[in-house]
């Protein structure tokens, strides 16, 4: 790209529209590189030399509220994406965390209200919000949040 590197647009996407999930298809396969990336915001890094059917895996991955890297840098993305999930969770109220660990463990929306003396409409308000801030789009997504910053175990 001629006038800006692909982080400086990685760094203007994530400011301008959080929400937006990119996915990084680079040349470089260094790890700094995708290290970099992510740390920047990005959802996604995969070189392209990439088979076809990995580029299909990482998208639909990244559909899903996930974040996703070539298996090879796995054991190198863990430590930033737990210091991600750390930093969105503590931005959390009580409330909301109290909320999405009672939606991990299985709670349905009227159980939470009952449990916790308040209306069904204002867990359905507490679900959206956590959905919202955290950038995903599922109860299931919540969960695997929850399970991945340590909220709940699978016990």
Do not use: C, W
Request: charged share 25%; aromatic share 4%.
């Amino acid at each position: 790209m001629p006038e800006m590197s692909g982080f400086e647009v990685l760094e203007q996407i994530v400011e301008r529209s959080p929400q937006v999930r990119v996915i990084i298809l680079t040349m470089h396969e260094a790890s700094e590189y995708m290290i970099r990336a992510l740390r920047l915001g990005a959802a996604g890094f995969i070189p392209k030399s990439a088979a076809a059917n990995e580029l299909k895996q990482g998208i639909e991955s990244v559909m899903r509220g996930e974040t996703y890297t070539s298996k090879e840098t796995a054991h190198e993305v863990r430590p930033i994406l737990e210091s991600r999930s750390q930093r969105l969770l503590e931005k959390l109220t009580p409330r909301q965390r109290e909320i999405l660990v009672l939606i991990a463990e299985g709670q349905t929306t009227k159980q939470i209200a009952g449990n916790l003396n308040i209306s069904v409409k204002t867990v359905e308000s507490h679900r959206a919000q956590l959905m919202e801030r955290l950038d995903i789009r599922d109860v299931a997504g919540l969960v695997r949040f929850a399970i991945k910053t340590g909220l709940v175990s699978m016990n």
